[in-house]
């Protein structure tokens, strides 16, 4: 066994051989974050030809290289952070969980201030600069993780630190040395939007990337230009911790294109709440200009009424850029030619295949939804037909969710999707249509308990959607704390080719006090011959 070869003074470091340690891979990342030297872990004695090369080690890299692996495949993936895992233990969905998790936390201590046993919250004021400082010092076991775990237990070959330039569908070049594959998987991400007006180079003008990477001051006021599902979650931290918000979006907040199958009633329980925390949402405004205070610090946002073009200032000295990511395209259609759409995102078809032949395409590069499951399975999609297991992916429906100061979960038709598309639909929902939700706190269960006994209006919202005739459950929608869980095995059982019946779920076990109570409340109307709302 060799022993950890790190070298210092400009000298790659290469671990192939070496059994390396959580430990030892966050020492080593951290010192090779300030460098630029590739980090090794290429079996150079394995003579057989890459099956694939992942251009990008994000959750759709790792999880196809795993795959691939598993198929008995090689591969060999380049990324050029010097951690596996792209950017969601980097920058995005690690630290907006805990940046929602304080957020519900803080909105808690101010709802009870003074109450029971919370101390006075009046002028509670929580620190952005200092969450971001707890997740850039502890993200580093994160990213040694996804090392350690590739290298140690997956057998994954990877090249790190490096970016890889594409020279053709079958080679890439990585510092110097070039690297052949019979098939590429591109999985490089995409990167946000910025609206094109003056300013945003301003300092205090920043991104779900640019808070974590360079803030470096304590905002006092916040202006999110944007109403993407980052604004809203954000947004709603800022707000929480002190940090008066207001967001400026086009559309309804939750109705951008993104977002599919977003019931009415959930939307208005969310958007609603949002205001009653004291967010300010302003819709149908578009941003015209971040102007400065003339020392290079933002100090207002312009924007414009879009029905009557007139303007207002919003004084801050904080913005926060919402307008959603586009894929980061251009390489791969200036060296390989790639077909892409409107927004540069790589067209794929259902096995992942772009237009170029063997080089496929995954994650963001591909386009929304930007979410998890799309990155992971979209990569296992790719290796499964590289390894010649055809394997088709439908990523067009799919369960989402999103934070406000709650979690906010759905899958399947909203109500007015259903009412589209089915005469008979029925509703269950919670508090039921018609009955002041000061009346009845409901539903609750983990984390709403005490808002039910003191804030009924406070305790989420639920409803489920029945094709009456059929009696099939079409949708789910949840707004709480702990459902996310059920609404994967929600989404299973709907999709089964023969989906679910209130009176298969009304049959199952649930665990009393559960999330989101959708078995007992099917339990109440199951065996009826003439279903009802409830
Ligand atoms: C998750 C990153 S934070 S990965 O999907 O495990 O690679």
Known sequence: MRRLWLMQGGMLVDITLTKTTNFQWRHLIADYEKKSEPIYNVRRDDKRKYDAIFVGGGAGGRFGSGYLRARGGRQLIVDRWPFLGGSCPHLACVPHHLFSEAARELDLMR???????????THLRASILQM???????????????NWQSKEQLDLEYILNVPATVIDNHTIEVAGERFQADNLVLGTGAETVFPNIPGTDLHGVYDFVSLIEELDFEPQRCVIIGGSKVAIEYGSFFQAAGCPTTIVARKPLMRTASLHHVDEDLRQYVVDGMCKRGMQILEGVEPVAIKGDGNGNAKEVIIRNMQDGSEESLACDFVFIGTGERPKSEHYREVLGVAVGEKGEILVDKHMRTSVPNVYAIGDLI????????????????????MGEPYEFDWTDYPDFLHSTYEITWVGLSEEEAKQRYDNVVVIQMPPKGVPHEDIPLPCAEGTMLYAFMYPELTGFQKAVVEGNSRRLLGFHHVGFGAKDAFQYLDYLMRQPEGITIDEMGNMNELFLNPEHFIQLCRLRAGSPNLRDL
């Open 367 to 386: 386009g929304p939804p930007m979410e998890m499951f799309k990155a992971r399975k979209g990569g296992m999609t790719a290796a499964r037909n590289i």
């Open 132 to 146: 971001v400082q707890l997740f850039k010092e502890g993200r580093g076991s994160a990213h040694a993780f996804m």
């Open 111 to 121: 709802w009870f201030s003074g109450k029971l046993w919370f101390p006075d919250a």
